[in-house]
């Protein structure tokens, strides 16, 4: 199979202020990924910091425009899954982006270790358990694709996770996970629940950093400790465990972003810009008055003119 093309965007900008075109930035279903190949950095589609504000706050109106009418129309429901190394900003591009929505149009489900409950069902119960509603925006802060990214890098996990002993030693175990993923996947797109999965892509020196920021932040001291530090042992492994994963679950419902994470405020402008995309796409428009409904509305203005 040939290379997935990395980004066409930070080549054929010309200035800096650029439209931002959400197919620079997909893994095309059925393509070879080599993320060596794909940027995490890429020239930003803003001037200045008060510039990036105006983009991302008219991102922000228009986002919460279209989940407006997605509750409205309440026939689908997006879920917006990201995933990343540590550190790539997956917790504040989610206060960012999501920040003009609705709370009651919008849900966030953080995935953590598996608890006893969790063990003891399928890696896909939990997830299937925090779905969005239609007609309402579901996050997930990482996902039931930790299964096979993290449990591929650290295959000793498998043995906590109480399943068959075959299903520990299947030399194919990571393949038949995919199948269930996409089977699930193609599942929810049926029954109108729309996918769109960002992979903030950081890159192992802006890491370090920001790392290192986090000592320097008594704020933020919580938020790093010694296991993060070895993990870092482990990268190539993770992009290993990423690039196999994003070439086989990338679908045309289900798509794979690669989002150049260096710069936070371009990332959140990269991926408000490819939601509302995927909004636009579903055409949604408010319910139309019929006959029946209009005569019904009439009666309860008299009702209301006359109370």
């Given at each position: 199979?040939?290379?997935?093309?990395?980004?066409?965007?930070?080549?054929?900008?010309?200035?800096?202020?650029?439209?931002?075109?959400?197919?620079?930035?997909?893994i095309?279903?059925?393509?070879?990924?080599?993320?060596?190949?794909?940027?995490?950095?890429?020239?930003?589609?803003?001037?200045?910091?008060?510039?990036?504000?105006?983009?991302?706050?008219?991102?922000?109106?228009?986002?919460?425009s279209?989940?407006?009418?997605?509750?409205?129309v309440?026939?689908?429901?997006?879920?917006?899954?990201?995933?990343?190394?540590?550190?790539?900003?997956?917790?504040?591009?989610?206060?960012?982006?999501?920040?003009?929505?609705?709370?009651?149009?919008?849900?966030?489900?953080?995935?953590?270790?598996?608890?006893?409950?969790?063990?003891?069902?399928?890696?896909?119960?939990?997830?299937?358990?925090?779905?969005?509603?239609?007609?309402?925006?579901?996050?997930?802060?990482?996902?039931?694709?930790?299964?096979?990214?993290?449990?591929?890098?650290h295959?000793?996990?498998?043995?906590s996770?109480?399943?068959?002993?075959?299903?520990?030693?299947?030399?194919?175990?990571?393949?038949?996970?995919?199948?269930?993923?996409?089977?699930?996947?193609?599942?929810?797109?049926?029954?109108?629940?729309?996918?769109?999965?960002?992979?903030?892509?950081?890159?192992?020196?802006e890491?370090?950093?920001?790392?290192?920021?986090?000592?320097?932040?008594?704020?933020?001291?919580?938020k790093?400790?010694?296991?993060?530090?070895?993990?870092?042992?482990?990268?190539?492994?993770?992009?290993?465990?990423?690039?196999?994963?994003?070439?086989?679950?990338?679908?045309?419902?289900?798509?794979?972003?690669?989002?150049?994470?260096?710069?936070?405020?371009?990332?959140?402008?990269?991926?408000?810009?490819?939601?509302?995309?995927?909004?636009?796409?579903?055409?949604?428009?408010?319910?139309?008055?019929?006959?029946?409904?209009?005569?019904?509305?009439?009666?309860?203005?008299?009702?209301?003119?006359?109370?």
């Amino acid at each position: 199979m040939a290379a997935n093309a990395p980004p066409r965007y930070h080549e054929t900008v010309s200035s800096a202020m650029a439209s931002i075109d959400p197919h620079d930035f997909v893994i095309q279903p059925g393509r070879a990924v080599d993320l060596r190949k794909w940027p995490t950095r890429v020239r930003p589609a803003y001037q200045s910091k008060e510039e990036y504000q105006s983009l991302l706050q008219e991102h922000i109106r228009r986002l919460s425009s279209l989940q407006s009418l997605l509750y409205a129309v309440n026939r689908y429901a997006l879920l917006v899954i990201f995933q990343a190394m540590d550190a790539a900003g997956k917790d504040s591009m989610i206060s960012h982006v999501m920040s003009g929505v609705n709370p009651q149009g919008c849900q966030v489900y953080s995935f953590k270790h598996p608890g006893p409950e969790e063990l003891e069902h399928d890696f896909l119960w939990s997830a299937t358990r925090h779905l969005p509603e239609r007609g309402r925006i579901g996050i997930f802060n990482r996902s039931y694709y930790e299964e096979v990214l993290i449990v591929r890098v650290h295959r000793e996990i498998l043995e906590s996770e109480q399943i068959p002993r075959e299903g520990i030693e299947d030399a194919d175990i990571w393949d038949h996970r995919y199948q269930s993923i996409l089977g699930l996947e193609r599942h929810l797109y049926r029954s109108g629940t729309h996918i769109v999965k960002f992979f903030l892509h950081i890159s192992n020196e802006e890491q370090r950093k920001r790392l290192l920021a986090r000592i320097d932040d008594p704020d933020k001291n919580w938020k790093i400790a010694m296991a993060d530090i070895e993990e870092r042992k482990y990268w190539k492994q993770y992009m290993d465990a990423y690039e196999a994963c994003l070439e086989a679950t990338s679908t045309h419902h289900a798509p794979w972003y690669v989002v150049p994470a260096d710069d936070k405020p371009n990332a959140r402008l990269i991926v408000s810009e490819i939601i509302l995309s995927r909004l636009k796409a579903l055409k949604l428009g408010y319910p139309k008055s019929d006959a029946a409904r209009r005569r019904e509305l009439q009666r309860i203005r008299k009702r209301l003119t006359t109370s």
